[in-house]
Nanobody
């Protein structure tokens, strides 16, 4: 069993930055493709950024150039650095993990996820 615990959410003004962290327990994070998703009120959960076991990254258009996903396998932690935040980034952000033997595999749809964190609220004021 794997547990994912997010932290780092909060309230920030437009243009500001936040860094989300996701700590895994139960198995080393290096065994998983990891991603961040988000869900705004009344909307479906959407992919934001993903990182493969080999360290490759993939971003949704809404995140390109502003967000950076990274992983520290020694700390069993995945990060999402969010810069130049906009009010439309307001959502609950979820960490997700997909077990895979493929080093270059990405987790880009919510249906592929094996595990979810509890979510971290990010609110961006205008």
């Amino acid at each position: 069993q794997v547990q994912l615990v997010e932290s780092g959410g909060g309230l920030v003004q437009a243009g500001g930055s936040l860094r989300l962290s996701c700590v895994t327990s139960g198995r080393t994070v290096s065994s998983y493709a990891m991603s961040w998703f988000r869900q705004a009120p009344g909307k479906e959960r959407e992919f934001v950024a993903g990182i493969s076991r080999s360290g490759g990254t993939r971003y949704a258009d809404c995140a390109k150039g502003r967000f950076t996903i990274s992983r520290d396998n020694a700390k069993n932690t995945v990060y999402l650095q969010m810069n130049s935040l906009r009010p439309e980034d307001t959502a609950v952000y979820y960490c997700a993990a997909k077990g895979t033997t493929t080093w270059a595999s990405f987790l880009t749809t919510r249906y592929e996820s094996d595990y979810w964190g509890q979510g971290a609220q990010v609110t961006v004021s205008s």
